[in-house]
């Protein structure tokens, strides 16, 4: 059996075909209804793309693993990586990115190569990688760029025009871009690709990293732990797997590392708070958001000012504990924190829920394998890439 998994930057739970009929993806949807479980109750672990690939690759949250935020570049020695064990396995292991400096520094496991941002040659790269490696059984890790803000704007900056979009109101453009963005993605790239797999021998992953937040406070991502940028869709295949029954209350990113350890029958020591998806008994457990923001304010371009004059700054690192029923999120820069129903947001009064919560998360930053161990050297200039990358989009000076 071989393994694709795909990450999809900034997809919204709200935004693909089966949560929104604006999304018109038929081609991916034929596909899907054949081949994919839709698995409705997924959450992120951060609402920033490199805390939230460590985990995804390790099953352990961003506490654990030591990467909480866009900039952080080192991770806890122990910390495992999924696609390293896929190919110490024997299995070919290719990891392509659209923006592979966003993972500058960061070691998932193998290296990451850039993959073509066209659909056409996008798609003819990976077809060459699979077909160089026909025989052999095959893991394929591919991240999508291009519903990442800046979407369709003219000067390519995510502080520039379509800030500028947000900061007068006008949703509804700055949303008929995303979605053109994420059609485009799903059908000229994702079906394409699903096409050429037998279901029968391939197992498949397909999730939004994060989404979107479009807010005053956070014109994107990177700076809350609110639903619109923790609440992501998630895909599945795995064969031989009934991961449906019961449905899962709560999924966490993080719990995609053991279930496809199990499925794959990987040596992993883990001892990491994820629950496999396919282990009965283990569905209804926490889930765990953690993030350091950067500050939204940094921008130095004339039209991110005016946007920004208006912001207020993340105050101090984040993190949001839930259940199926209950979420409560604290900010350990004002030291304050609010409690509200997982899935509506509504706000709830319960301090003795409040104080649980606090109790739970201490005790797992106390109690975690992984949390004390030392955190193992960047490599250098990788810092630099990062920056780089995030000011030619426009989030830096």
């Not at 075909?17 to 999304?23: E, F, H, M, V």
């Not at 081949?35 to 997924?42: A, K, S």
């Not at 979420?327 to 004002?334: L, N």
């Not at 301090?351 to 930053?365: G, K, P, T």
Request: glycine share 6%; net charge negative; hydrophobic share 35%.
């Amino acid at each position: 059996m071989n393994l694709l998994v795909v990450t999809v930057d900034s997809l919204r739970f709200d935004h693909v075909s089966l949560t929104n009929p604006k999304i018109r993806t038929p081609e991916f949807d034929r596909i899907a209804q054949a081949r994919l479980d839709f698995i409705p109750t997924c959450f992120s672990v951060s609402s920033a793309t490199r805390p939230v690939h460590t985990s995804l690759f390790s099953g352990l949250y961003p506490f654990e693993h030591g990467i909480e935020s866009q900039r952080d570049g080192t991770i806890r020695s122990g910390t495992p990586r999924l696609l390293r064990l896929m190919e110490q396995a024997n299995y070919a292991t290719g990891a392509f990115s659209e923006a592979p400096e966003i993972f500058a520094g960061l070691d998932l496991g193998v290296p990451i190569q850039r993959l073509e941002g066209t659909a056409h040659r996008g798609h003819d790269q990976l077809r060459n990688w699979l077909s160089g490696h026909h025989g052999q059984a095959c893991c394929l890790f591919a991240h999508y760029w291009s519903a990442h803000a800046p979407y369709g704007a003219a000067d390519g900056k995510a502080m520039g025009e379509t800030a500028e979009l947000l900061r007068r109101g006008d949703l509804e453009t700055v949303q008929q871009r995303y979605r053109a963005a994420v059609i485009e993605l799903f059908e000229h790239k994702l079906a394409p690709l699903l096409r050429r797999l037998d279901p029968f021998e391939w197992a498949l992953v397909i999730l939004g990293d994060h989404g979107e937040s479009w807010t005053p406070e956070e014109l994107y991502h990177g700076q809350t732990l609110r639903n619109s940028v923790l609440h992501v869709p998630l895909f599945v295949h795995l064969p031989r797997v009934n991961v449906l029954t019961p449905p899962p209350q709560i999924v966490s990113v993080a719990d995609l590392f053991p279930t496809l350890a199990n499925l794959f029958e990987l040596p992993a020591e883990y001892r990491g708070f994820a629950h496999s998806l396919s282990t009965p008994g283990s569905r209804n457990h926490y889930g765990l958001a953690e993030l350091k923001p950067l500050d939204p304010r940094d921008s130095d371009d004339e039209v991110g000012q005016r946007v920004n004059a208006n912001w207020s700054p993340a105050v101090g690192r984040k993190w949001a504990l839930f259940d199926e029923r209950q979420k409560f999120t604290f900010d350990e820069g004002s030291a304050t924190g609010e409690l509200e129903e997982t899935f509506s947001e509504t706000t709830l009064i319960d301090q003795a829920a409040s104080d649980r919560f606090l109790e739970a998360y201490e005790r797992m930053r106390t109690t975690s394998e992984y949390a004390h161990r030392p955190l193992e050297s960047s490599v250098p200039g990788s810092s630099a890439l990062i920056d780089d990358r995030l000011r030619a989009l426009g989030y830096l000076p």
